[in-house]
């Protein structure tokens, strides 16, 4: 049983869903670019995105405790490989994921003011995050 508020889960489940259209996509693209980590199953091998394949992509809640944009959710992006990874292909593989996400969070949660910013080193979306109409 989950203590949390069902429509904080409803949020949630529809941003997974579209981290999880984020991830394969990249998977179709650059899944044989590096050899996957030997612990880590094929993708597709598993009922959940985060758990297979060469990316594991998704979010968590940030109170924005020290934060210049406050609350919202930290964006997570690893490669499951032991190769080392071209300091390159992670901002390319950052970028493709920000503008995807740009594309397809409108697309998610209508009507709300969502956005994807860097903050320091890593990505965060702000935004409109009530859970009103959710």
Known sequence: ?????????????????????????????????????????????TANREDDGLFDLG????????????????????????????AEFIRAIEEEIVIRLTKELPRAFPGRDLRVVREGHAFKIIGDLSLGTV
């Open 1 to 45: 049983m989950s203590l949390r508020h069902p429509k904080v889960l409803a949020w949630e489940l529809r941003l997974k869903a579209v981290f999880d259209g984020i991830d394969e996509e990249l998977e179709r693209k650059y899944a044989n670019r590096f050899p996957l980590h030997p612990a880590r199953a094929k993708h597709g091998d």
């Open 59 to 86: 979010a968590a809640f940030s109170a924005g405790y020290g934060s210049e944009f406050g609350s919202g959710y930290s964006v997570q992006i690893r490669v499951a490989t032991l190769k080392q990874i071209p």
